[in-house]
């Protein structure tokens, strides 16, 4: 079964730090481009940053992408969150190279939720 599952999202207080885990099964991830998105209630979803097939690791801003290909598995590392960070985070999987658009992406996990509050 070929499927994309994230993890590690929770509760957390602004200034904090969580790192989500988007494991792969039924295909190799190291084969392709893996990005983070997210998505508020009411409002429609945002690409966070991107990781291609060839990178081990990419940086935009407060996010960290890195890959552990022995492990099938994508991290996204978010580092001093804030309450507008509050979000379900999806991962999800094209080919190697990274997409402009949601909609170019062929895989999904369903999601994580993560919630940035005091």
């Known amino acids: 079964q070929v499927q994309l599952e994230e993890s590690g999202g929770g509760l957390v207080q602004p200034g904090g730090s969580l790192r989500l885990s988007c494991a792969a099964s039924?295909?190799?991830?190291?084969?392709?481009?893996v990005g983070w998105f997210r998505q508020a209630p009411g409002k429609e979803r945002e690409a966070i940053s991107c990781i291609t097939s060839s990178d081990s690791s990419t940086v935009k801003g407060r996010f960290t992408i890195s890959r552990d290909n022995a492990k099938n598995t994508v991290y996204l590392q978010m580092n001093s969150l804030k309450p507008g960070d509050t979000a379900v985070y999806y991962c999800?999987?094209?080919?190697?190279?990274?997409?402009?658009?949601?909609?170019?992406?062929?895989?999904w996990g369903q999601g994580t939720q993560v919630t940035v509050s005091s």
């Open positions: 039924g295909f190799t991830l190291a084969q392709n481009a």
């Open positions: 999800a999987a094209r080919s190697r190279r990274c997409g402009s658009n949601w909609y170019e992406y062929n895989y």
